[in-house]
């Protein structure tokens, strides 16, 4: 990936995440929404934008339902900030990676609290 596409990446980022705090007055999409990152093809016709969503599963499902929906509108409002020949088309996709991060770090704390009881379990021996 270019510089280029980095940063264009970052700045979509930034407007679609402002677009849709501001803009979006959607009922299913959640408060509690991220934009975590924008992924443009290199022909820049594309974009997926991923999301991370605090909630239940269907919350996550039906806001970014709700985004692909309103995908146009927010791509329209978005192109007014960042000047492209040609704004992407985007797509939207949950970003599970935080959930996955919690998962893990619970998992690790068991593991560190299980050898803890462990250690004093052998300590009083």
């Known amino acids: 990936m270019t510089r280029r ?4 990446n970052s700045l979509l980022k930034e407007v679609i995440s402002d677009v849709i705090r ?18 443009i093809t290199k022909d820049l016709h594309f974009a997926k934008v991923f ?4 909630g239940t599963q ?3 499902k039906d806001t970014v ?18 000047v492209l020949r040609h704004f992407p088309s985007l797509t ?12 893990i770090d ?3 704390k068991d593991i560190r ?5 462990r250690q004093n379990i052998s300590d009083s021996d």
């Open 58 to 60: 269907e919350e996550k």
């Open 22 to 39: 501001k803009e979006v007055s959607h009922p299913k999409v959640s408060e509690f929404l991220t934009v975590t990152s924008v992924d």
């Open 51 to 54: 999301v991370s969503v605090i």
């Open 5 to 8: 596409t980095d940063r264009l």
């Open 106 to 108: 619970t998992i690790l």
């Open 113 to 117: 609290d299980e050898e803890g009881s």
């Open 92 to 103: 939207f996709k949950l970003d599970d990676s935080v959930d996955a991060h919690i998962r």
């Open 65 to 82: 339902s709700a985004l692909e929906s309103a995908s146009g509108f927010i791509a329209v409002l978005a192109s007014k900030q960042v």
